[in-house]
């Protein structure tokens, strides 16, 4: 059958699949690239040599990731501070949601304003870090997460799911049973809610696992994530004579260590969101389109 247009269902397809494979390649190659490079000899990679399969194998740079302490404890930090705060954040975005869809709620108007004019006119870094530093978190962890622990954005789109895709009349059969408010949010509402909850666990993660500056200005470089560990290796451009000579080789071989550095702890960052991400996209669609509708 052919389409008003002319073309054939066949042929849209083929198109529709030609379009979204060069799509998939211009968005997937890069990753590809550093992949295989992060196992090829800097040297080769530079002069151009390496394009879809590593030249010059080599594993002396994940070796060099491995035994360094630095990147070794700001993986461990980062995988602290992202569960922390994923669990901070998330709980943080129900208890406030979750209120905020009870049209019954008194004076939800007004606090749905104040919410949203934070998210539109905010202090700026240095009042913020004033404000860190008055409460005494500036050097904890807990200046990673206390400051924006509820992102407003995000708690719009949780709060519309709980409008759109809950029923209301599920709740109240729940209360009419004998259920407390907080026993119908943890027996009835959680559970009904674990596509929206996937999305913003995911979206938590990947805010927290990719956040650099914020503990560039208040940790002071105590206990410093993965993120800004790489960043100190990425911005090193050159080595100094004492570096140089505690490495065989000299500054040859201490700069092709660091660009395989660079690499390697690229992959080794990104690993982990990579890995976890295929678990919970089945929820992404679902749980992010639910929640975008306006209630």
Do not use: H
């Amino acid at each position: 059958m052919k389409k008003a247009s002319g073309m054939s269902d066949r042929t849209s397809n083929i198109i529709l699949t030609v379009v979204c494979a060069i799509v998939l390649f211009i968005v997937a190659y890069p990753l590809y690239y550093v992949v295989v490079a992060s196992f090829s000899d800097p040297y080769e990679v530079y002069a151009g040599k390496t394009f879809l399969f590593p030249s010059g194998f080599t594993l002396d740079g994940y070796k060099g990731v491995f035994l360094n302490e630095g990147i070794v404890s700001g993986f461990l930090n980062s995988v602290k501070y992202t569960v922390i705060g994923t669990i901070f954040s998330v709980v943080m975005l129900y208890i406030t949601a979750y209120p905020l869809a009870q049209k019954g709620l008194p004076g939800r108007k007004a606090l749905s304003i104040f919410f949203l004019f934070t998210m539109y006119f905010a202090g700026g870094l240095v009042p913020t870090y004033l404000v860190v530093k008055q409460t005494g978190l500036v050097g904890s962890m807990w200046s990673l997460f206390l400051p924006g622990g509820v992102g407003v954005g995000n708690m719009i789109i949780v709060r519309n799911y709980f409008q759109n895709s809950i029923p209301r009349d599920l709740i109240e059969a729940s209360e009419i049973d004998g259920c407390s408010k907080l026993r119908t949010f943890f027996s009835v509402v959680i559970p009904l809610s674990m596509p929206i909850l996937a999305v913003m666990v995911v979206f938590s993660m990947v805010a927290y696992w990719n956040d650099w500056f914020t503990a560039l200005i208040y940790l002071g470089g105590k206990g410093s994530p993965l993120p800004l560990v790489m960043r100190n290796i990425l911005i090193k451009s050159s080595a100094t004579a004492s570096q140089a000579a505690t490495i065989s080789g000299g500054y040859a071989e201490l700069n092709k260590l660091t660009e395989l550095l660079k690499f390697c702890s690229m992959i080794v960052a990104a690993l982990p969101m990579l890995v976890i991400y295929p678990f919970v996209q089945k929820y992404f669609e679902k749980g992010f389109m639910a929640g975008a509708v306006k209630g």
